[in-house]
């Protein structure tokens, strides 16, 4: 008589059987999409140790693996969602939320599969999980809802280090709801953007008017002997900005009394603290990474300029100094000066036509960019060939300035369509690689692109590739400056 066949393995067999040898249980893991079966395996096990907990793990347990097999990467949403299960102060109450809640367990499994760095956040923060649940459901704040939360935040608190360390908190929960509802697919990559710029927006406001304060306070001043306004160029001015990219901005001033011998001392200190503040990360995360911009007059070691200054070296900075400032708006610090700051860098940017010669050689110089600083520079040289008669075209955002373009003439509406669509899909896919990597696309090795693939529901590496390769083509057939 044959012997018969013995059952296949089922989920709860991982934690509720006596007899599933190790190796039965890592061809189990394998078949469910796991790529290091043993070692997933063993976390489960160390998940398990105490015997009411494994069995609400075995009660739970198809639903769990296949959670965990729907992620994008599987074998890291374990990992992740092991780290997080050792915090727990009760693993048994978390199980049964999780087992009560199958939404709850989707959130995790995908969330710990796409990104190590949102797994830090949670696994440091316990209690954001429960925060961010229902913010999954519910529209970003207003700036002014955002606003009022923050004076909330800061009102009772006193001194310069713990308010800072407040907003550092702020930021990393806020980068945590973004990134989730990116990754989750409530909001597209443009929102992401938005959101990302709107943040860092607040916290610069926030984190001047504290280095400001603090100053006065330490000096006995009613206000500061002058004025100060921080300008944003780059990512942040065209409100693009992603998840690692550091911050271009500027600094200028002017002091109330022109004559004050100390007033650029003053201002080149207020800079520096504030720089200071943003960049720290000895007690919390950093709030952000300060990349140098432009500066009038070419390369320099002061951070802070006057207003005079500006006025005397913008127009000594030429057309790279116009591309630099296209991007150039005001985010903290004093209206009217920053208001006086814009006044200046408009004419100068847009004043005069770039030649049509001139601009085709510039782009033409500029070698090894990707498609995305390709279609951002050819957009750039648009605007300043055109602007000066066009204020229309005068947006510091690339895919705004695309569509004044095409409304204007300069470019086709199909030429239009396409450069958004590829710069869309570009940065969507930038946006999942920072948050597996910290870093881009340019960084990302074979097993990441295949996390980023089925994220974006391709079918494997090669057919996102595909897509990408035909989005860089594109652009790099429109994208043609032609005098």
Request: glycine fraction near 6%.
């Amino acid at each position: 008589m044959t012997p018969s066949p013995e059952p296949a393995p089922t989920a709860s067999d991982l934690f509720l059987s006596a007899t599933l040898s190790a190796s039965d249980a890592a061809g189990y893991l394998a078949s469910r999409g796991f790529h290091d079966p043993s070692a997933a395996d063993e976390r489960l096990q160390q998940m398990a140790e105490e015997l009411a907990v494994r069995e609400s793990l075995g009660a739970m347990a198809e639903r769990l693996i296949a959670a965990l097999g729907e992620s994008p990467d599987p074998d890291r949403a374990l990992a992740g969602l092991a780290r997080y299960f050792a915090t727990c102060a009760s693993r048994s109450t978390f199980l049964r939320h999780l087992n009560e809640d199958p939404r709850a367990l989707s959130v995790l499994s995908h969330v710990f599969g796409a990104s190590p760095l949102l797994t830090d956040t949670l696994i440091r923060n316990p209690e954001y999980f429960h925060w961010l649940l229902p913010q999954l459901d519910r529209n970003a704040q207003t700036p002014e809802d955002r606003e009022r939360y923050v004076h909330a935040l800061l009102v009772t608190l006193e001194g310069l280090a713990p308010s800072l360390n407040v907003l550092r908190r702020l930021k990393r929960r806020e980068v945590l709801r973004i990134a989730a509802r990116e990754i989750l697919g409530r909001d597209p990559v443009g929102s992401a953007m938005e959101q990302l710029s709107d943040l860092a927006e607040l916290l610069i406001q926030r984190s001047l008017g504290l280095i400001c304060q603090d100053l006065c306070d330490a000096a006995g001043w009613a206000r500061l002997p002058g004025r100060i306004a921080v300008i944003a160029t780059g990512k942040l001015g065209a409100e693009e900005l992603d998840y690692v990219s550091g911050l271009d901005l500027l600094y200028v001033y002017e002091p109330s009394d022109p004559a004050d011998a100390k007033a650029d001392e003053l201002f080149q200190d207020i800079a520096r603290r504030f720089t200071v503040a943003l960049v720290d990360d000895s007690v919390e995360s950093e709030l952000y990474r300060i990349d140098v911009p432009a500066r009038p007059g070419g390369p320099t070691t002061r951070l802070a300029f006057s207003i005079q200054q500006w006025e005397s070296g913008v127009v000594r900075s030429g057309t790279s100094g116009r591309f630099a400032l296209i991007k150039a708006r005001p985010i903290a610090g004093d209206h009217a000066l920053a208001g006086k700051f814009m006044a200046l860098v408009d004419p100068f940017v847009y004043g005069e036509p770039l030649d049509a010669e001139a601009a085709e050689e510039m782009f033409r110089l500029q070698p090894g960019r990707g498609a995305l600083r390709t279609l951002e520079l050819f957009t750039q040289t648009l605007q300043l060939m055109h602007g000066s008669d066009d204020p229309g075209l005068r947006s510091a955002n690339t895919l705004e300035a695309l569509d004044a373009l095409a409304a204007g003439g300069f470019i086709t509406r199909e030429s239009q369509k396409a450069l958004a669509a590829g710069a869309t899909f570009l940065r969507t896919v930038d946006h999942r690689l920072q948050l597996a990597l910290e870093s881009d696309l340019r960084a990302a090795d074979h097993s990441e692109l295949a996390c980023c693939a089925r994220q974006l529901g391709f079918r494997s590496v090669e057919a996102m590739n595909a897509e990408l390769d035909t989005h860089r083509s594109r652009i790099e057939t429109l994208c043609r400056i032609e005098s």
